[in-house]
């Protein structure tokens, strides 16, 4: 930008240099005076709508925005803002309609068909967003963002290999992204090249950026990464990793060590999930304060890849969990006044899962099946979720159990008592699907069309859990035909 005042053009400067060093309130100050000159007014208004997207303020800076737009309705700083903002509020289609605003001022701007291919992206609609990316492609073939969500979008659909050519193209440009690394592991294990899938799973976050609990490992003990060597006469300590879930279904891998070698074997784990692991013949910590010595380290969720390559084959379940026979004598007594086969619902995990819409299930697609008369239903569904209940009137229909269970810090202690005592559970892909499926409880678990990577290994070899059967969405998003199988299987 050029003004013929040189003492404007220094003040926007400085201005600016205030804003990218995170200097808000003094760029603020500066902001405010240059849009009270005619000559720079837009770009004030423009600059003070940014450092408002900074802070957060969505609503004042579409003011400054609009302000602009009055001003010169063809404003592409100001439309491509305004779009920002509304994709960040996830109104994404005010979004779209701000992004086009661009790109009828300037077709070649690479912003603008970026975020509206993300914008079709984050609402689903996926061949849009190709179209999209495929734009930013043709305009800059080094624009690496464009190749990882193409990347992204044909892993969601299930176009393996076409997912796998864009995340390679991604490591053409950068060797070192490890999320494109990560992701290629999903697409593996769709394709059931389990040998590269376990290899880039390696690249999971958990395990590139290092937890606390393995930054102090390596500080007290520096022990090996153990990669298969022998672990004889040796002392080794798995570190637990990821959701509860997590695990609970790898926890089975420890067994694989002691079938093997004559070695200690240690599992440090979280303090609200030692009694889950603790009947075990293992030794379960929740803090380094009594362990004096370790030769050899290694995280949970890499054991798999490990055994895999060792055995080319996946550990089968081990039920380990023990029943805590007080607890369970309580919960057996209170479910004993439901005169019919008793049927536990489950629905949604942890909302701030980045693709929970892939797992959750809104309880009305349930309501059909709770009308079946020869059952009795209970939640045990926790926390969030739990609320759906009463807002969908099914409190007649479903006995709500969620202020009565888990409420110490044991995860899952009164939910165990409970499957041992119900005749079926249904569940989201949650972690209660594998507590209920490590204790060997007959369950149904409800899938989305591209569920997460282990049940692509379940749905080909049936070896993690026997008592689980799974239905799997046909198409994106079809609950509908889910519960359509799913009460006819159990009507």
């Excluded at 004042?60 to 920002?84: Q, S, Y």
């Excluded at 930013?136 to 969601?156: A, Q, V």
């Excluded at 050519?165 to 990560?182: G, I, R, T």
């Amino acid at each position: 930008m050029k003004f013929n005042n040189a003492f404007l053009e220094e003040k926007i400067k400085k201005a600016i240099s205030l804003l990218e060093s995170n200097s808000l309130k003094e760029a603020e100050e500066i902001f405010n005076e240059i849009k009270n000159n005619n000559q720079s007014e837009t770009i004030g208004l423009l600059f003070l709508g940014i450092i408002q997207i900074k802070k957060k303020n969505y609503s004042v800076a579409k003011d400054f925005f609009n302000k602009i737009l009055i001003i010169e309705p063809d404003n592409r700083d100001a439309n491509l803002n305004l779009g920002l903002v509304c994709l960040e509020e996830k109104n994404f289609e005010k979004a779209i309609f701000n992004f086009d605003k661009v790109i009828n001022i300037d077709k070649k701007n690479l912003n603008a068909h970026y975020h509206k291919g993300l914008s079709y992206f984050l609402i689903k609609k996926y061949h849009e967003a190709i179209d999209s990316f495929k734009i930013c492609i043709n305009l800059d073939k080094s624009f690496i963002h464009s190749y990882l969500n193409l990347g992204h979008i044909y892993l969601r659909i299930k176009n393996f290999e076409k997912s796998i050519e864009n995340y390679l193209k991604v490591l053409k440009l950068d060797p070192q992204s490890n999320n494109a690394k990560f992701n290629l592991a999903w697409c593996y294990f769709g394709l059931m090249k389990l040998d590269d899938a376990f290899k880039y799973y390696e690249f999971r976050s958990g395990k590139i950026n290092p937890s606390k609990k393995i930054v102090n490992i390596k500080e007290k003990f520096n022990p090996i990464e153990w990669h298969g060597e022998s672990l004889n006469n040796k002392k080794i300590l798995i570190v637990s990793e990821q959701g509860i879930g997590d695990n609970i279904q790898f926890f089975r891998y420890l067994y694989c060590i002691k079938e093997k070698y004559n070695a200690e074997i240690f599992f440090y784990t979280d303090e609200k999930l030692k009694h889950l692991f603790e009947k075990s013949p293992f030794e379960i910590i929740c803090n380094l304060n009594n362990l004096d010595d370790v030769d050899y380290y290694q995280h949970l969720l890499s054991l798999p890849g490990i055994f895999y390559k060792e055995k080319n084959k996946i550990q089968k379940n081990i039920p380990y969990i023990k029943i805590d026979n007080i607890n369970n004598s309580k919960w057996k007594k209170k479910l004993s006044k439901f005169t019919k086969p008793i049927i536990a619902l489950n629905w949604q995990g942890d909302k701030n899962f980045l693709f929970d819409d892939t797992r959750s299930i809104k309880l009305s697609f349930f309501e059909k099946l709770i009308q079946i008369k020869k059952y009795n239903f209970i939640s045990i569904q926790k926390n969030f979720g739990s609320e759906q209940i009463k807002l969908n009137n099914y409190s007649e229909k479903i006995q709500d159990f969620s202020n009565e269970i888990d409420e110490n810090n044991k995860a899952f202690e009164d939910t165990i008592s409970i499957l041992n005592n119900i005749d079926m559970l249904i569940t989201s892909d949650t972690a209660v699907a594998h507590l209920a499926g490590t204790m060997e409880i007959k369950t149904y678990l409800l899938l989305s069309n591209n569920p997460e990577w282990r049940w692509h290994i379940e749905n080909n070899r049936r070896c993690f859990y026997p008592n689980i059967n799974i239905i799997q969405q046909r198409k994106i998003d079809d609950w509908h035909g889910v519960f359509k199988q799913l009460e006819n299987d159990i009507g």
